[in-house]
Nanobody
């Protein structure tokens, strides 16, 4: 399994950004997909997850602002981020879980005040 992220960059506070992740392999549709982030000096944390049936889970800090979605036909998962805050600045990682974790290379998201 390979995960390739796209999106990321610099945005002003209050702005929006969309991250996408394309997965190779045949297990995508039965896997749990997630987005994690890691800010400097902090531990990696779960931002949002979406299960194979479409159930979603969000960190409290992003509820109401971020939306995770998946397209099983295209093997992609996306994270729409609205009302971004400087504290959302981090490296964002795409994650696939099916019996074990698979990770993307990460993409930097920087939110300026």
């Amino acid at each position: 399994v390979q995960l390739v992220e796209s999106g990321g960059g610099l945005v002003q506070a209050g702005g929006s950004m969309r991250l996408s992740c394309a997965a190779s392999g045949s297990i995508f549709s039965i896997s749990v997909m997630g987005w994690y982030r890691q800010a400097p000096g902090k531990q990696r944390e779960l931002v949002a997850a979406i299960y194979s049936g479409g159930t979603t889970n969000y960190a409290d800090s992003v509820k109401g602002r971020f939306t995770i979605s998946r397209d099983n036909a295209k093997n992609t998962v996306s994270l729409q981020m609205n009302s971004l805050k400087p504290e959302d600045t981090a490296v964002y990682y795409c994650n696939l879980w099916y019996t074990k974790d698979y990770w993307g290379q990460g993409t930097q998201v920087t939110v300026s005040p």
